[in-house]
């Protein structure tokens, strides 16, 4: 039972550049979530899914997609990359209300 | 506005002594309140989780207290130790759509 993995670890980019990063947990969770974590901001919601085929946005969604790929993966897409996406990517997992969220290791991210 | 605010944010205090770190919050309807423990570099791992019918919960030399009228609660170390070293973050969720608020975190230094 590894959790909740994501991949990559570090990145960096070149503002412009697109990439994905991955998130998978395998405790058959329904909802899984993207953070971004900056110094003195807290974690602050990207985008979640509430259950496998729904997305909705969070409270920073502008410059990021996502897709649920089964119940397992929820991957996060930066399209053109920018300067301000520089931060700590932090994906999560939930069973739902009165259970704690469990998240992954973090990719770092910078955009030069 | 839904809001988590903690304190202090910062905090530095010698092995051995105890501390207690503040959470306030106007989220309203209450589900839970959960406290986690960030280690740098590193995801949040869950110390806690409490309903509105609970008003202390342990785990281990971790104490969290919440009082749901005053809508606050704390989270009391004791004996700290080198490992305590973290930032700790309050974290409650509304009982309605799910949605999960984070605060800030305060940041602990434990010196030897």
């Known amino acids: 039972n590894a959790g909740v993995t994501q991949t990559p670890k570090f990145q960096v980019l070149k503002t412009g550049q697109s990439m994905t990063l991955q998130c998978a947990q395998d405790?058959?969770?329904?909802?899984m979530y993207w953070y971004r974590q900056d110094p003195g901001m807290g974690l602050r919601l990207i985008y979640y899914s509430a259950s496998e085929g729904t997305t909705d946005k969070g409270e920073v969604p502008n410059g990021y997609n996502v897709s649920r790929l089964n119940k397992r993966e929820f991957s996060l897409r930066l399209e053109s990359a920018a300067p301000s996406q520089t931060s700590v990517y932090f994906c999560a997992s939930w069973p739902g209300q009165g259970y704690e969220q469990y998240f992954g290791p973090g990719t770092r991210l910078t955009v030069t | 506005k839904n809001q988590v605010e903690q304190s202090p944010q910062s905090l530095i205090i010698l092995e051995g002594k105890n501390c207690t770190l503040q959470c306030n919050y106007t989220v309203s309807p209450f589900s839970n309140l959960r406290w986690y423990k960030q280690d740098t570099g590193r995801g949040p791992v869950s110390l806690t989780i409490?309903?509105?019918?609970?008003n202390t919960k342990s785990n281990g030399r971790y104490t969290a207290t919440l009082d749901a009228d005053t809508k606050q609660s704390s989270l009391h170390i004791t004996a700290s130790q080198l490992s305590d070293s973290a930032s700790y973050i309050c974290v409650v969720s509304e009982n309605r759509d799910d949605k999960i608020i984070f605060g800030k975190g305060t940041r602990l230094h434990i010196l030897p």
């Open positions: 405790m058959n969770h329904n909802s």
């Open positions: 409490m309903t509105f019918s609970e």
